[in-house]
């Protein structure tokens, strides 16, 4: 043993990155980690701007996966799409665990800056609206507040016009179990109304899986998404109760009713319906 400071550049570590890309430079990390700004003196109000950041990382990557498991998925390639909505499924559960952070903030600690954040809320994250959207969570309604930044607003309205990732499921499902017209020509901007025709298709799948191993696992690894999803949801309530208790949210809605009716919100209905009539 010996307490001689051991220096990496002896196995040839590199040291020197003069005209050479280093860590900082490839993860741009100047820019990110100079923007957090708090708008008080509050020392939570660093745990809360970083809790919404990173969360806003991972929503990136998770719609980065949701956009390629719906290309790939459209195109009938079922594995790669399997391994990216496990991957979502991950991120979501990354997602939370980072609740446990952010519940160390008390209703004292949040009440010493609240005020600071204005109307602005979490209502108006335009990339939580878009993983709702992709999903198949759709309602024109919700792209009011994106009304001021044109570019944000583009990409919502454009994600309206796609088929959602259950939309695409349904079209796979009627390769086996014909399904009716209007439920296959729908306006895909529109909230997606359950139907019993969807409900028996999925049935038959779960039935005869043996025969439908593809569409019997997608069902799965979407359902397995939507539970991740729903204990995001319960997360969020439960945080905002016990933080702000029955008060009215920055964004305006009534807070927590609000985050409970959306709880309610069944991102694939058919699928969950589909357990009791088994
Ligand atoms: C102390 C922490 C938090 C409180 C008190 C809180 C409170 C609220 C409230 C009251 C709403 C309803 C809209 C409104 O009127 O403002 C809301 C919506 C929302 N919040 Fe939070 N929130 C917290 C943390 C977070 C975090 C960490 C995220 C992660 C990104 C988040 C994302 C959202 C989203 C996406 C919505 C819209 C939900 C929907 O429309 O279904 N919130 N929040
Ligand atoms: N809606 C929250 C404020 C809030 O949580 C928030 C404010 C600005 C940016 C993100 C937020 N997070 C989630 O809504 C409130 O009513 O206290």
């Known amino acids: 043993m010996t307490n001689t400071p051991y220096n990496p550049a002896q196995e040839g570590a590199q040291m020197q990155f003069d005209g050479r890309m280093s860590y900082t430079d490839y993860l741009q990390l100047d820019p990110i980690l100079s923007a957090q700004h708090p708008r008080s003196d509050a020392h939570d109000e660093m745990l809360f701007i970083i809790q919404h950041q990173t969360s806003e990382l991972w929503m990136r990557l998770a719609l980065h996966e949701l956009t390629a498991a719906r290309a790939t998925l459209q195109k009938g390639d079922f594995r790669p799409a399997f391994k990216m909505l496990s991957r979502v499924a991950r991120i979501f559960e990354q997602l939370n665990s980072a609740w446990d952070v952010l519940r160390t903030m008390t209703p004292s600690d949040y009440t010493r800056f609240r005020a600071a954040l204005g109307q602005s809320s979490g209502f108006q994250s335009h990339q939580y609206r878009l993983v709702e959207f992709i999903l198949g969570n759709r309602n ?13 607003l583009a990409q919502l309205e ?13 079209s796979h499902l009627h390769q086996v179990v014909p ?36 569409l019997y696992e997608l069902a799965e690894k979407l359902v397995d998404l939507e539970d991740y999803f729903r204990r995001w949801r319960f997360n969020h309530l439960t945080t905002v109760e016990r933080v702000i208790g029955l008060k009215r949210g920055t964004g305006g809605t009534s807070g927590t009713s609000y985050l409970r009716r959306m709880l309610d919100t069944q991102l694939f209905p058919e699928l969950w319906e589909l357990r009791t009539t088994l």
Request: net charge negative; hydrophobic share 40%.
């Open 179 to 214: 399904l009716p017209d209007a439920i296959l020509t729908r306006d895909a901007a529109q909230p997606y109304a359950p139907s019993p025709e969807v409900t028996r298709a999925w049935a038959h799948i779960y039935e005869a899986y043996e025969n439908h191993w593809e």
């Open 140 to 152: 024109p309604a919700m792209l009011a507040p994106h009304a001021h930044r044109p570019d944000l």
């Open 158 to 170: 454009q994600e309206l016009t796609r088929p959602s990732l259950y939309d695409v499921a349904l």
